[in-house]
């Protein structure tokens, strides 16, 4: 019965071969050698794409922390002996909003910090001046920590604000964003006319 058993069970697999447990391996690490190169492909990516990542916040906080805001008073100046009702020049205070960088405020030929005004007689690179108000930390043309430098605009020779006329500075510094002030006169214009 035994042999008879055994006959059935070969003519049954007679034409079917097994896989051997060599092959399996084989197939497994196959599969794994797959999976673990997508998985570093994958991994690669993310790391990579989250370095990108920080560099670009890291870049926005350097301009974030180099970013200045007015302190004070803006004040239209009409230095004319004869009242004229034009301003000539306009004042501010700038400091720094946050602490950590600083700001070069080199002005005159080699400026490096940039006044640009803008009125109803267009846009123009202006001349300015500063003065530092605070104890100085470091160099005199650099905005820095705690400090507060006045800035003097002269208003261009083409054009003229009088009465009623509005108009806009932009402080653009080497880094940082953009200060921008807009403002409009009043209905007279005296030696000092305070614009806030």
Known sequence: MNNKLRKALLRAHRNQQGITGLETAIILIAFVTVASVLAYAVLSAGIFSAERGKETVYEGLKYA????????????????TEPDQLVDEIEFNVALVLKGEKVDMTA?????TVVNFISKDGAQKA???????????G??????????????????????????????????????????IQRTMGGSVEAVNNLN
């Open 65 to 80: 922390q180099a970013t200045m805001e007015t302190k004070g008073s803006i004040l239209a100046l009409d230095n004319s």
């Open 108 to 112: 005159g030929l080699t400026a490096v």
């Open 127 to 137: 001349e300015w001046r500063k003065e530092l108000l605070s104890t100085e930390r």
């Open 139 to 180: 160099s005199g043309n650099i905005l820095e920590g705690d400090e507060v430098m006045k800035v003097i605009v002269t208003v261009p020779s083409t054009t003229s604000i009088g009465v009623y006329d509005s108009f806009t500075i932009e402080v653009l510094p080497p880094t940082g964003s953009a200060l921008t």
